[in-house]
């Protein structure tokens, strides 16, 4: 079955630079999540959207920025890099935006800022 | 501060014995689910159990949820080598859209 497609999936960056990373969902899902998970940690919800439209908003920071197309895949757009962006982020998608269904992650993208 | 914490944090046990990992949460919830995650790897969807279920059974795995208590436990029966990993427990909050807020996760390592 297809699952979550990220990409890409590592990529280094130097600070102050800009990154994007991409998420194409499930077939026929329509609801995104971004989670950012550093070493160690657990992960961190960014943001959501549903049907195009931002549904929550979590630990994102300002520099960040996503959206949902058309398509229903989505980027997260992040600018003025810090070393402390430095993680691995997941993206997720489920049918139905409160419906309270499975949440399917990606295989993640690895960001290294230097 | 954190809606779930799971215990223990790291567990070490032998091939073929039982492992059981215990999370707890803090808010009223929608579902719970539990996650794998090889290091550095993608989080893999186990099970998903609702806040009116009590158990629920996939293979090797059982969950179960006490809203009650605000706790589930997820018991891996006969290990093998292959279930080494961290696993998380993620409850779902709905407030208009569906959000999973993490646990710390358990660190399990089967030994041979």
């Known amino acids: 079955a297809a699952g979550v497609i990220q990409s890409p999936r590592h990529l280094i960056k130097e600070k102050r630079e800009t990154a994007t990373l991409k998420c194409y969902p499930i077939?026929?899902?329509?609801?995104v999540y971004w989670y950012q998970q550093g070493p160690g940690q657990d992960p961190q919800f960014l943001i959501s959207?549903?049907?195009?439209?931002?549904?929550d908003k979590g630990s994102i920071p300002d520099r960040f920025s996503a959206q949902q197309f058309s398509d229903y895949h989505s980027e997260l757009n992040m600018s003025s890099l810090e070393l402390g962006d430095s993680a691995l982020y997941f993206c997720a998608s489920s049918l139905g935006g409160s419906s309270g269904n499975t949440i399917y992650f990606g295989e993640g993208s690895w960001l290294t800022v230097v | 501060s954190q809606q779930g914490e799971e215990d223990p944090q790291a567990l070490s046990i032998q091939e073929g014995e039982n492992a059981t990992m215990n999370c707890s949460y803090k808010?009223?919830?929608?579902?719970l689910q539990w996650y794998r995650q090889n290091s550095g790897r993608g989080l893999v969807h186990l099970i998903l159990i609702r806040s009116n279920e009590r158990e629920k059974h996939s293979g090797r795995l059982r969950v179960t949820l006490d809203t009650s208590k605000k706790s589930s436990s997820l018991l891996i029966t006969a290990s093998r080598a292959a279930d080494t990993a961290s696993y998380f427990c993620a409850t779902a909050i709905i407030q208009g859209a569906q959000k999973l807020v993490f646990g710390q996760g358990t660190r399990l390592t089967i030994n041979p």
């Open positions: 808010t009223s919830i929608n579902n």
């Open positions: 959207f549903y049907e195009k439209m931002q549904s």
């Open positions: 077939p026929r899902h329509d609801t």
